[in-house]
């Protein structure tokens, strides 16, 4: 029966309702997770991506746990030049191994006692020329950099930072002045600057300094054009540099012109942070296939020795698929510490500091510590010595 031309509501018992919301609730869920996905993990901690899931026998995947759609023609993009690049990584360390001998460590590259009392960690054996590059802007390239060069100095190595982007973040979260006409890496590339004479000392680090950038580096390709062997006017610098700096990190800008090309043949080494999310994924073939490039024709040395993942949120499916497909390809390259999205990673720059000054016991410089604390480990096998090779 109806009244006003609207049918009779049946009485909604408690009991009805609460099962209403209930059913509601796991709809919600399993949009968010995926039909049968755990929950996400608990924030407290540094995050950590879930392990690869292996196929057990007899067991089968739904449809909401299945892999990215759109990263299948990727796997085969990506396969080619990702087998050249481990073998290029292995060759790599039998050169190594060949040219310090095992156990071969000089008394000049122990760790040194601190007087702040952190354990110094083992320091690599000759210098270690570390370019990080991704020509996709926002992955964290330059947060990497500052983050894990200052990690690195607080536990007893000799650091420079080379700032390569026109930009000049990585000098602004030191705290550096780079103004334009400050002394800079743009004097170093086009006038040929020693780089002892522009170089900073980073405030609050033992043994840490950057070589600034301004923005007058923005004009040094088109300067550089009429330059003969203008791509390595960065490694002739390099090699000229006296300072027995442990590790030399050059922070690229986000594209594959005549400054990252600088900053590939100056390097032995290549570490490409990697954001955990889809769009970080296309792009990275084409850095591989410009990295072999180099490698062929320019320095003999260069592989890519290090991934990092980074902007890892735990609370979405997306991350933990993203972080898969990089481990499935990459392997003992990536990093086993994953670099989790964070507020404080983001505001330390805005007050002049790395996270690690700025908040030393969040989430975010905890991760870059471990990150850090694994790529001195690797010095051992991965540390090579200086020049390009070419």
């Known amino acids: 029966m109806t009244e006003l031309g609207c049918p009779r509501q049946r ?32 924030l407290g901690g540094v995050s950590r991506e879930t392990p690869l899931r292996t196929a057990a026998a007899g067991s089968t995947e739904s449809p909401d746990t ?34 310090t001998g095992p156990g071969d460590v000089s008394a000049a590259h122990e760790p040194r006692p601190r007087a702040d009392g952190r354990i110094p960690w083992a320091r690599p054996q000759a ?15 330059t947060t990497s950099t500052v983050n894990l060069a200052a ?17 000049g973040n990585a000098s602004t979260a030191f705290g550096l002045d780079h103004r334009a006409g400050t002394p800079s890496i ?31 580096l923005a004009g040094a390709e088109i300067e550089l ?24 990190f050059v922070d690229c800008p986000p ?45 003999e040395r260069l592989h890519v020795s290090t991934i990092l993942l980074t902007m890892y949120d735990g609370r979405t499916r997306l991350s933990d698929q993203v972080a898969q497909e990089v481990r499935a390809h990459f392997g003992d390259l990536v990093l086993s510490p994953t670099i989790p999205r964070s507020v404080r990673i983001s505001e330390a720059p805005g007050y002049g500091q790395s996270v690690l000054t700025y908040d030393p016991g969040s989430r975010g410089a905890v991760a870059y510590i471990d990150a850090a604390r694994e790529i001195a480990e690797r010095s051992v096998v991965d540390g090579a010595g200086e020049g390009s090779g070419s």
């Open 186 to 216: 743009y004097e170093v590339l086009v006038d040929g600057k020693p780089i002892a004479e522009v170089a900073q000392t980073v405030e609050g680090f033992t043994g840490l300094d950057c070589v600034p950038a301004t923005i007058d």
């Open 255 to 299: 594209s594959l012109g005549l400054l990252t090309v600088n900053a590939l043949v100056a390097a032995q080494e290549v570490l490409i942070p990697i954001q955990c999310e889809f769009y970080a994924l296309e792009g990275l073939s084409q850095l591989l296939r410009n990295i072999d490039l180099v490698r062929a024709h320019l320095n």
């Open 11 to 42: 009485a909604v018992s408690p009991g009805d309702r609460d099962d209403r919301a209930a059913a509601a609730t796991g709809r919600v869920v399993s949009r968010e997770t995926g039909q049968g996905a755990a929950a996400p993990p608990a």
């Open 66 to 99: 299945a892999d990215l759609p759109m990263a299948a023609p990727l796997r085969d993009e990506l396969s080619a030049v990702v087998s050249r690049e481990t073998e290029a990584a292995d060759a790599a360390r039998e050169r190594v191994s060949r040219e």
């Open 127 to 141: 210098r270690r020329l570390i370019t990080v590059a991704n020509q996709k802007g926002g992955v964290g390239k």
């Open 151 to 167: 990690a690195l100095a607080q536990h007893g190595a000799r650091v420079l930072v080379i700032d390569l982007d026109p930009q």
């Open 225 to 248: 054009v009429a330059v003969v062997a203008r791509e390595g006017r960065l490694n002739k610098a390099l090699a000229a540099l006296q300072t027995p700096y442990d590790y030399v």
